[in-house]
């Protein structure tokens, strides 16, 4: 206890040494804050005909297919549609875009049926033909999507990216009608449902993106087709999204406008929330200050308003194997279990996080328990063991250690609390050195990667394959580490093709035991939580721990008469041979298609309360001039409004499965597939982008984005 203590006291002081540097790099020290008085003003205050969301960085791009960073996640989502979506509380497939789906025996072949009723802001209709070339356009390696790869589960489609097949007509995906989609696949897979909501695979207006190029996504081009609509966009101040009156569901959407503001940090963030600015912080948009969870949990208004939900999204370390010390396995397991977790979060995170020994976040599916033991735990005495048998007794003789991590204060406390952890437990000197992003994404590749570097991982589809193969298969990843383990990449092979829940549940826990346990490649460090401060008039909100939020189901505390949209769920068919496409039969056609990751600024921070009120005013200013210039568009929308406006009754089906009893709802269901001979995929998702996502932890990448 005393020894527990102490580093306990030492990891405080630096803490407290970290927040006074990144206080003087701002010229104005850290100052105390005090409990404030519960004030009528921020209790009673009136919220404007639209909600405000703010955005840390920038919005680097709208175009599904390029859509790689958190904030241009969930703009995507407000506008564009998925085939598929995620219930918010089971994670399961909902269907989205198609409104049923069939599949094989053999499970290598889907059929995706599309509503009928589903048009672009411009009143075309989107049709199968959209899909198709949306993903036929995606594959090409001249458009360089960061996604891409999620793609070559379908024929050919890696073979196509590479440039072996030139022909891109060849790819598994084709327009059977106007309204369905078919999708051949290399193997069977399961979560194939949940990977088609992905972002990667949404249709696009073939005619607007061949007629404006790169610019097709300018606000005054673009075409959607989700339950927003872009009517601005000036770019590093603001996005304004509008209620698309086109929307199937549209009669549901209670929130008529959707403000993104620009804000440069933290702490600028925080204080316009707390001026009534913002109507919500946290998750994904801009994290909350870390030094502030304090506070706000005391605060006699803000604790009301403070809520803190899991996410899908792991904060770890990764080694370079390939770079000595760290390439003998024996160092990197010392250096894990030099760490203590908890008292890292208890000390400086102080959001609730969930120490990880592995990598996988549960409950995804193929995501091993806590509570298995699995992976390498804080164990002092191990670790000098450890140590002392890879050569390096007491820490002598051991080499130069860089650790790096991309620019960021609450990433330097951590990484400073990890440097402390391990000198004091070890006898090993940890040089700590950061990098802005742009830069730090060149500085973790291979050859050249640090002993030591960080980084973060959210979900895409809630499968361990989209953790284990997607991040650390030694061939078909970005393979950051650059580790090559025959074994490991035997089994996330094997688990990726096989339909065997039970066996591929073990595949995948010998694979984390492999990862992070035997060869100690990478330190998880803990599992994302969001930490949010929403206002007490925004209803209907809840956190996605995956993907983008979904606005379109939030309200007005003092709406009169909300509306929900109605659960819909699907249970997939089986396929018969008659259905299948046939590369050479002529599909008839009513409609033709037509002829032919964000990287957060820190430089110039703004630390403290003092600095971010000057910014913060800067903001409502820009806020009250979108004001004076939304009237125009209001009308146009309206006239629009009128135009395309139509009764929707869909059928309506209640879903009570809680997200608690996710991974054995699976399992059950997934054995009633195998009874019946056909895959049931619209259970393979759990309860997460990460997405993406986020938490006033330093934010995680969704691919190769950070905070």
């Known amino acids: 206890m005393k020894l527990h203590k102490r580093i306990k006291q030492i990891i405080g002081l630096c803490l407290l040494g970290c927040i006074i540097v990144w206080g003087c790099k701002n010229d104005d020290p850290s100052i105390p804050f005090e409990l404030e008085e519960d004030t009528p003003e921020q209790n009673t205050a009136i919220h404007p005909p639209y909600i405000r969301i703010p955005i840390e960085g920038v919005i680097s791009t709208i175009d599904p297919g390029l859509t790689v960073d958190m904030s241009s996640i969930d703009v995507t989502e407000q506008l564009f549609l998925g085939l598929t979506d995620f219930d918010p509380q089971t994670y399961q497939v909902r269907p989205e875009l198609a409104e049923d789906w069939a599949i094989s025996e053999d499970g290598k072949i889907y059929h995706f049926y599309l509503r009928k009723d589903v048009t672009w802001t411009d009143g075309k209709p989107v049709t199968a033909h959209d899909v198709v070339w949306a993903i036929q356009r995606n594959i090409r390696s001249d458009l360089n999507c960061p996604y891409a790869y999620m793609l070559f589960i379908l024929e050919n489609a890696e073979a196509i990216n590479s440039g072996d097949e030139p022909d891109v007509t060849k790819m598994g995906v084709h327009a059977l009608d106007d309204y369905t989609v078919e999708f051949r696949l290399k193997y069977s897979a399961a979560f194939f449902p949940a990977m088609v909501g992905l972002w990667i695979y949404r249709p696009l207006p073939r005619e607007t993106v061949e007629k404006f190029g790169d ?328 956190h996605m721990a995956m993907g983008g939020q979904h606005m379109r189901n939030w309200y007005y505390n003092d709406d009169p008469n909300p509306k929900h949209a109605p659960v819909r769920t699907v249970k997939p068919k089986v396929l018969k041979n008659t259905d299948y496409y046939v590369p050479d039969k002529t599909i008839k056609t009513n409609n033709p298609p037509a002829s032919q990751k964000e990287s957060p600024n820190d430089s110039n921070r703004v630390e403290t309360k003092e600095q971010a009120e000057p910014v913060a005013e800067d903001i409502k200013k820009q806020s009250d001039e979108i004001n004076a210039q939304t009237h125009s568009v209001e009308n146009e929308i309206t006239d629009q409004s009128e135009s395309v406006s139509e009764e929707k009754e869909p059928d309506t089906i209640n879903n009570t499965n809680n997200s608690d009893s996710l991974q054995s709802s699976q399992e059950s269901q997934l054995r009633e597939h195998e009874q019946n001979n056909s895959l049931d995929n619209n259970v393979l998702t759990t309860d997460s982008q990460h997405s993406n996502s986020e938490s006033n932890d330093p934010e995680p990448e969704n691919k190769s984005t950070a905070e």
């Open 215 to 542: 610019a097709w996504a300018d606000y005054l081009n673009i075409q959607t087709n989700g339950s927003y609509m872009l009517t601005d966009w000036k770019k590093g101040k603001h996005m304004i999204l509008k209620k698309n009156p086109a929307y199937y569901d549209a009669d549901y959407v209670s929130i008529p406008e959707i403000r993104y503001i620009i804000v440069p940090e933290s702490s600028v963030g925080l204080v316009l929330y707390e001026h009534n600015e913002l109507d919500l912080i946290g998750g994904e948009y801009i994290r909350i200050p870390l030094t502030e969870i304090p506070r706000i949990k005391i605060d006699p208004v803000l604790r009301k308003e403070y809520q803190n939900k899991p996410t899908f999204c792991t904060y770890y370390f990764g080694f370079n194997t390939q770079r000595p010390p760290v390439d003998n396995a024996l160092v990197r397991k010392a250096l894990s279990a030099a760490i203590d977790r908890q008292l890292l979060i208890e000390v400086i995170t102080k959001g609730d996080q969930e120490p990880a020994t592995t990598f996988t976040r549960p409950p995804i599916f193929g995501s091993v328990a806590p509570s298995d033991g699995v992976g390498i735990g804080f164990n002092p005495k191990l670790a000098k063991k450890w140590l002392a048998e890879a050569g390096f007794p007491d820490g002598k003789g051991m080499p130069p250690i860089v650790l790096m991590h991309n620019t960021s204060e609450d990433n330097a406390m951590i990484a400073q609390a990890i440097q402390t952890c391990i000198q004091y437990y070890l006898n090993v000197n940890i040089s700590v050195k950061d990098k802005e992003w742009t830069v730090y994404v060149d500085a973790i590749e291979q050859p050249n990667t640090p002993h030591i570097f960080r980084l973060g991982w959210c979900a895409d589809y809630p499968d361990a394959n989209n953790w284990l193969y997607d991040v650390f298969h030694p061939k078909k990843s970005s393979n950051y580490i650059g580790w090559d383990n025959t074994e490991f990449e035997t089994i996330v092979d094997k688990a990726q093709v096989t339909s065997d829940i039970q066996e591929r549940i073990q595949l995948y826990r010998r694979a984390e035991q492999i990862l992070c346990e035997e060869e100690a490649a990478i330190i998880p460090i803990y599992f994302y939580t969001a930490p949010y401060l929403v206002k007490p008039w925004i209803k209907g909100w809840y």
